[in-house]
């Protein structure tokens, strides 16, 4: 195919540069941020291991150390200078800010391992840092990511999706200084913590979002979130359900009958 375009056009630079005017910029120019930021935050993880020589890399990518860089080293020091910025809690803390998916908490942000993807570069790389740690945590699908200390939790919730209120079974917490892994396990809890607005977790296209947004905006009529601090838990949730007449079931509000 490459030699093909050559033929017809001279280079490949000057094929994708025809398709790009017919096409329009905009579309490209977020598809190459993208495709840079994925490509950086591989590099920034890769300094765990061994970064791969540049002859190592499939020839797609060299194409994109080129376009993008200008080189490997400088793609490389870009690469560390994302790694050293998950030390400043001041990036942390505007990345979070700036995540356009995920449950913003004045401690930390929460979103569920899905929308990993979508998170700024430096939260990525953030992530990837406690993972090291960690290991591939098998049941977590929620992520906490700490605004204020350099840690980050993967949080199990039973039944994420079916639930619509799914209770904590279980935490890993990767804490970066001092490399330290705590695990707690709440499936023996009698009082544990529950999940509300899971939209708000996930991206705009996980098939289950609208889903999700529907029985909020329900329990938002009924009032019951009028008090948060009350509704952590499953035992404060029912106590305000059942003060308000209503049950939860199959991700809707209905009344509870009295006969």
Request: with cysteine.
């Amino acid at each position: 195919m490459g030699d093909v375009l050559i033929a017809q056009f001279g280079s490949i630079r000057a094929a994708f540069a025809l398709v790009r005017r017919v096409t329009g910029s905009a579309q490209w120019e977020a598809i190459s941020a993208e495709r840079r930021s994925d490509f950086l935050v591989y590099l920034a993880l890769c300094a765990f291991a061994r970064r791969p020589a540049y002859s190592a890399l499939p020839t797609d990518l060299q194409y994109d150390i080129r376009d993008f860089f200008g080189s490997y080293r400088a793609a490389c020091a870009a690469a560390d200078q994302l790694l050293f910025s998950v030390g400043n809690p001041e990036y942390i803390d505007a990345a979070c800010r700036r995540a356009t998916v995920g449950k913003l908490t004045p401690e930390a942000l929460y979103i569920h391992n899905s929308a990993l993807g979508t998170l700024p570069p430096v939260l990525r790389v953030y992530e990837g840092c406690a993972r090291a740690i960690t290991g591939w945590v098998e049941e977590a699908n929620v992520l906490k990511l700490s605004r204020r200390r350099a840690r980050v939790s993967y949080l199990s919730y039973s039944r994420f999706e079916r639930d619509p209120h799914p209770t904590l079974s279980a935490s890993v917490v990767a804490s970066l200084p001092d490399a330290r892994v705590e695990f707690r396990d709440y499936r023996d809890v009698a009082n544990p913590p529950i999940l509300h607005r899971k939209e708000a977790f996930v991206a705009g296209d996980h098939p289950l979002r609208e889903k999700f947004a529907r029985l909020t905006a329900q329990e938002e009529r009924f009032w019951l979130y009028a008090e948060p601090n009350a509704i952590g838990t499953r035992a404060g949730w029912e106590e305000v359900l059942a003060s308000s007449g209503v049950q939860v079931r199959g991700h809707r509000v209905t009344r509870i009958r009295t006969f």
